[in-house]
């Protein structure tokens, strides 16, 4: 195969193979570097692809994403560091009936049919996308302003709340 990020995935997971890399957002797909909570498109993070036979001899693709990229906090609108460590094991199946059968079975298991090229690239991209927050913010932002306006205000049904005990 011409493209590096292209593996035969059969071939890849039967014979042990590892690969490992290093990759820009800023060369990923559009829907990694245009999320809007990215501060820096140009963030690296690192990948290692390990192929393999699990103890049923089910082939599978064992994935590790690691990176530190900056994201925007959706309290203070400036960046904040977020640092991800994701894993997964995809193993992969010949047919429908058999991937069916073991996902019924088994509510853990990340499976995919076997094609005969898979894009390492869509494998890393799908990952990063799962490791990002859905809102992500700083503990303590560090503003006053925002701080007096955020801090706890007696909750104004808790008058109510005393009316309806006391009948």
């Known amino acids: 195969m011409l493209d590096p990020n292209l593996i035969d995935p059969e071939v890849f997971a039967a014979e042990g193979r590892r690969l490992q890399g290093r990759l820009a957002l800023n060369q990923l797909d559009e829907r990694v570097w245009s999320h809007e909570y990215l501060a ?5 993070v690192s990948f290692t692809l390990q ?4 103890r049923w001899q089910r082939l599978y693709l064992d994935l590790s994403v690691k990176g530190d990229v900056p ?12 640092e991800f460590d994701e894993q997964s094991r995809v ?3 010949a047919d429908d009936a058999s991937l069916d059968e073991a ?3 088994d509510d853990e298991l990340e499976g995919m049919l076997l094609q005969k090229a898979l894009d390492v ?3 890393v ?3 990063i996308l799962m490791a990002l927050p859905f809102s992500p913010r700083h503990e303590d932002c ?3 302003a925002l701080a007096e306006v955020n801090q706890d205000k007696p909750n104004p049904f808790a008058v109510l709340a005393g009316l309806k005990s006391s009948r």
Do not use: H, T, W, Y
């Open 71 to 82: 994201l925007v906090c959706q309290r203070c609108i400036k960046p904040m560091p977020f």
């Open 121 to 123: 690239r869509m494998l």
């Open 103 to 105: 996902m019924l079975s």
């Open 125 to 127: 991209e799908d990952q």
């Open 51 to 54: 192929g393999g036979r699990d």
């Open 40 to 44: 820096n498109k140009e963030a690296e």
């Open 91 to 93: 193993v992969l199946f």
């Open 142 to 144: 560090g503003n006053a």
